[in-house]
């Protein structure tokens, strides 16, 4: 993949699943924990494991450096017992990762060890989707917003997953196409985040090789709110959910860019000045900049 993709792989998943230190059922009862990341090799949603998917998901669990509360190294036997424990509590899945936040489970991880285990991930996932000829057997040389949308897909899917008319678009580099069929459901919450900047990243990825633009580079669009809040995410300013809807957490954001770059804070996502500045900002970071 390119550098900038994976240089920009936790800003764009961290507002999406958050960032997790603990064990935690995601919606549909997995143990997961990181930044979405699933350690359960349950086959069913919402299903007690057999012992063989017990055991499985136990080696994957083990593949983490679990620290105790006092920072000491985690057994595997601790490690099992955060693990069942979570597990055998699937009605508090939908009450979110909150819910099972110590003292519930006693085991945590680092920052660094999260970010080690996201990007061992995203490049065991890179391997097994590029290993898929034809259909993605050209993806070293995909535009940036291509890649990263598929890896996005991949991220909430698995890399195995069969999207056949999707698939026919992007081994076409037909990235319009790949923009309309790239959707996946339940489309709410993050995932109607997802699936929104997904099919963004790949109308992008068309405009990038339609315009002859650096294939490399991220490209962004600040022509609308949706835009300008996933930009203040990149420079680390909080518009709340990247919801394309210009209330007063967007607001707050803009005023706070404008006011740490001496603009007048008007929080007006639209002021010509912020938005020359959020461009200069955001090139100077290694994007591509349209739609100012």
Not at 65 to 74: F, I, K, Q, T, Y
Not at 120 to 130: G, N
Not at 159 to 186: I, K, L, M, S, Y
Not at 261 to 277: H, K, T, Y
Request: with cysteine.
């Amino acid at each position: 993949m390119h550098q900038s993709v994976r240089d920009h792989w936790i800003t764009f998943n961290d507002p999406l699943e958050g960032r997790v230190h603990f064990m935690y059922l995601d919606q549909k009862g997995w143990v997961s924990t990181g930044i979405g990341n699933k350690i359960d090799q349950t086959a069913a949603a919402d299903s007690a494991p057999s012992p063989a998917e017990r055991s499985a998901s136990l080696a994957l669990a083990g593949e983490l450096r679990w620290l105790n509360a006092d920072g000491s190294p985690a057994t595997a036997d601790l490690v099992a017992h955060d693990w069942d424990k979570v597990k055998a509590h699937l009605h508090l899945a939908r009450q979110g990762h909150k819910a099972f936040q110590p003292p519930f489970t006693s085991l945590h991880l680092s920052d660094e060890e999260i970010d080690r285990h996201v990007f061992a991930k995203l490049d065991q996932m890179e391997a097994f989707l590029t290993a898929r000829a034809p259909d993605f057997s050209g993806f070293a040389s995909w535009p940036a917003n291509a890649q990263l949308a598929t890896l996005s897909m991949c991220w909430a899917l698995g890399p195995a997953f069969r999207f056949p008319r999707f698939q026919g678009h992007v081994a076409a580099r037909e990235w319009n196409g790949a923009a309309d069929e790239c959707h996946f459901t339940p489309d709410e919450g993050t995932i109607r985040i997802r699936n929104r900047l997904d099919r963004a990243h790949f109308l992008l990825a068309g405009t990038v090789e339609d315009r002859g633009l650096p294939a490399d580079r991220l490209a962004l669009d600040l022509s609308d709110v949706f835009g300008v809040q996933g930009a203040l995410l990149i420079l680390g300013y909080d518009p709340g959910a990247q919801d394309g809807a210009d209330g007063p957490r967007t607001q707050g954001a803009v005023r706070a860019f404008q006011n740490d770059n001496g603009l007048d804070p008007n929080g007006s996502r639209e002021d010509p000045a912020a938005l020359a500045e959020l461009s200069v900002r955001l090139s100077a970071a290694g994007f591509t900049v349209l739609g100012v």
